[in-house]
């Protein structure tokens, strides 16, 4: 390595801002997962391919691993796999990979070449080829015309091509990084540009090819997750009905995602990356204009030091801290930074013993009275099943100046991750740690100030506090919340999580718990409201009478008050609503919405309306879908200002489409006609949220994991 190249390396080693890598040895070997992984993947899909364009014209009845064409390009595949290899990744360097955490999912517990072999071509890169097979071709049987049949093969074709091209620029941002040649995190702003030139020819050359009668033609079938491809996204023309989003321009996006996150998982299994010191990561959040929490988690118990200066090198220090990490709170430590200024960048880490944490930063608010604009990101849902987290990289790219992560930060009653499900304090730190095994979501902490609040799924899912017989798990859940986020906790009661805060006069965030006061849903306290053990889709009149009891709360009577008092008290011109569950109604199964609390519901929105609160928006998540909600109203709901409902993710989470009732499925492609104030949607995909906000306007962008732009929305302030 040269000395200047040495210089870097040392310089990121010193900072914590990469992982450069010890034994050279060990690096060959990730770096040939990476690079003969791909090569597998692309072989792999090729071999299926021209199988089934074969079908496609009726030449072969079905395409499988043993077809007689298929079966030796996968044999010669595995070979030059397995002694590329062979060659590279010896059984002690596979093992110290493994015990370094080096390898990812889903290989992450081999420790011999062979299974790391077998691995790659069944469970990773051999899998992520066959789905991105089933999303283009499902069909079983022949196409008769011939301009259907080339569409099919071109999509197929250049979906290939882009999920190698993000392999390819993937891994050699990853193989810098872990060199030590750049500080991260990947993608840069280079690789970032590749993708998207490989994204642009994938459209490109798809619509050269195909048109909306082609990719609608009932002779093709794409499969999961663009079976469903023309109804799951919606975008109202104004004063219509009609979707202005053409059916191949819905295609594209689906399949692009698609090939994106398939390709994206092969990298995940050789380049997890993570920290040499302080593996967790760090983060910063509860920014005020002059304070902000740090949070990280030692590597063992025992002291630890938090530096925070003006400027990355920290030739500026402006605050040492000396810490404790305390094996009682999983080694986690915070710290509240106070006597900064307003408007500023800090950059912190920790240290302990002789390592040293990467390099976080935070943007302190502005001072209560400024009206300089500004721009936050928003989203949730995030189940470590779903890694690798790469939609949020959409947001770390972009710089926002904080970022509102709203709602099931975990998945703690979901054990297909392998982690079982929570049942005590250590489960939560478990399943905490588990998602901060995750680069993405690591890097965005790191990279922006943080403001959370949780949901359901951090304790049980729809979980109600005033259950007396979760007591115990709500406790542990709420400990492991405020241990693992860097947020200011309550000092009179240290389990309130609700609180607001101003970004100068333009915007005033309100955080809500809608989980801990609330009241048994109506399923729990009327059997009318279930049949055959399952709530019932449409509440009848006796279910109906339940929910509109006035005596069931949602946010129970001291948070409501709190929040009436600060929405009409803000002198902010937005006001922002962070929720979880949607507060508008979508009529089927509405037990855990703010639908099933209709009495509050109306009380609130009628609080807002004869009060004049202008500018009010909800900014919600738990449902898994991207939505756009022009007008947020009920019957006999008082004249007032428009309220308006934004909703954002998942992150990584079953989509609301795959969750639906099968009763309900029929009825999507009507979706618009039920719902004329929504005017865009997009309820099968993973995706992340920016607004830009200045006194007069908020603009909306939607992000999917691609960095292709879903939606943008501009509303302007009353």
């Known amino acids: ?211 909306d009668a082609t990719v609608t033609d009932p002779t093709i079938d794409f499969g999961f997750p663009c079976d469903e491809f023309a109804d799951k996204t919606f975008d109202r023309v104004p004063a219509t009905n009609n979707n202005s989003i053409p059916p191949l321009d819905r295609l594209v996006r689906c399949v692009a995602a698609a090939a994106a996150g398939d390709a994206d998982l092969g990298l995940e299994t050789a380049y997890p990356l993570r920290e040499a010191a302080f593996a967790y990561g760090v983060a910063a959040g509860d920014a005020t204009d002059s304070s902000f929490m740090a949070w990280t988690r030692a590597d063992a118990p025992g002291a630890v030091t938090l530096e925070v200066a003006t400027d990355a090198a920290f030739t500026s220090i402006v605050d040492t801290q000396n810490l404790n990490a305390a094996g009682a709170d999983d080694n986690t430590v915070k710290a509240d930074v106070t006597g900064l200024a307003a408007s500023t960048t800090y950059y912190y880490r920790f240290t302990q013993g002789l390592g040293t944490s ?96 949780w949901d359901d799924h951090e304790v049980t899912n729809d979980f109600y506090g005033t259950d007396s017989a979760i007591g115990a798990l709500l406790g542990d859940g709420n400990q492991a919340f405020r241990d693992y986020m860097p947020l200011r906790e309550n000092g ?44 019932v889709v449409l509440p009848g009149a006796t279910c109906q009478a339940e929910i509109d009891n006035p005596a069931r709360t949602y946010l129970g009577a001291t948070q409501l008050a709190w929040l009436e008092n600060g929405l009409q008290s803000s ?63 009920l019957p006999g709901l008082s004249p007032g200002p428009r309220i308006r409902e934004m909703v954002s993710g998942a992150i990584g989470m079953d989509p609301i489409f795959r969750e639906l009732p099968a009763s309900i499925l029929p009825l999507v492609p009507a979706l618009p006609s039920f719902f004329p104030s929504i005017q865009w949607f997009d309820i099968d995909r993973f995706n992340v949220a920016t607004v830009s906000v200045d006194q007069t306007q908020a603009d909306l962008t939607y992000y999917d994991n691609t960095g292709g ?10």
């Open 1 to 211: 390595m040269s000395r200047s190249r040495l210089a870097v390396a040392l310089l990121v080693l010193s900072t914590g801002a990469g992982s450069a890598w010890a034994v050279s040895g060990e690096l060959k070997c990730a770096d040939a997962i990476a690079s003969h992984g791909r090569k597998y993947f692309k072989t792999r899909f090729r071999a299926f391919s021209k199988c089934e364009n074969r079908q496609a014209a009726g030449q072969v009845v079905s395409c499988g691993p043993a077809d007689p064409l298929v079966a030796p390009l996968l044999s010669s595949a595995a070979t030059r796999l397995t002694n590329a290899l062979t060659s590279k990744c010896f059984d002690p360097t596979v093992a110290t990979l493994n015990a370094q955490g080096r390898i990812g999912l889903p290989c992450q517990s081999v420790t011999t070449t062979a299974a790391l072999i077998t691995c790659i071509t069944d469970d990773a890169h051999g899998a992520n080829a066959d789905a991105l097979i089933t999303t283009t071709y499902d069909a079983a049987g022949a196409i008769a015309d011939a301009d259907v049949r080339k569409c099919q093969a071109t999509v197929a074709k250049e979906a290939r091509k882009y999920a190698d091209a993000r392999q390819k620029y993937r891994r050699g941002c990853d193989f810098r990084l872990s060199q030590g040649l750049i500080a991260g995190p990947c993608p840069d702003a280079a690789t970032q540009a590749a993708f998207d030139t490989a994204l642009g020819n994938f459209v490109l050359r798809v619509g050269l090819r195909c048109t």
């Open 358 to 453: 990467r390099t976080g930063k935070i943007l302190t608010a502005p001072v209560s009275a400024s009206t300089a604009p500004f721009t936050f990101a928003w989203t949730g849902d995030s189940n470590a099943f779903f890694r690798p987290f790469n939609v949020l990289e959409q947001i770390t790219s972009r710089s926002p100046d904080a970022w509102l992560y709203i709602g099931d930060t975990i998945y703690g009653d979901d054990p297909r991750s392998g982690t079982g499900e929570a049942a005590n304090k250590a489960d939560f730190y478990t399943k905490y740690k588990e998602n901060r095994q995750d680069a993405s979501l690591r890097d965005l902490l790191a990279a922006v100030g943080t403001y959370t609040i």
């Open 492 to 535: 009179g009661d240290a389990m309130q999580l609700y609180r607001s805060f101003k970004w100068g006069d333009v915007a005033e965030f309100f955080l809500i718990d809608a989980r801990q006061y609330r009241s048994a849903q109506a399923t729990v306290t009327e059997p009318a409201c279930i049949s055959m053990g399952e709530p």
């Open 571 to 633: 002198t902010a011109t937005w006001k922002f609503v962070m929720n979880g569950p949607l507060i508008s109604t979508l009529l089927f199964q509405p037990y855990d919405r703010w639908d099933g609390y209709t009495a509050e519901r109306f009380a609130l929105l009628d609080f807002i309306a004869t009060n004049d609160v202008r500018n009010v928006i909800f900014l919600s998540t738990d449902i898994h879908a991207a939505i756009v909600n022009n007008v947020v109203d």
């Open 709 to 718: 732009v879903l939606k943008t929305y501009a509303i302007p302030a009353s």
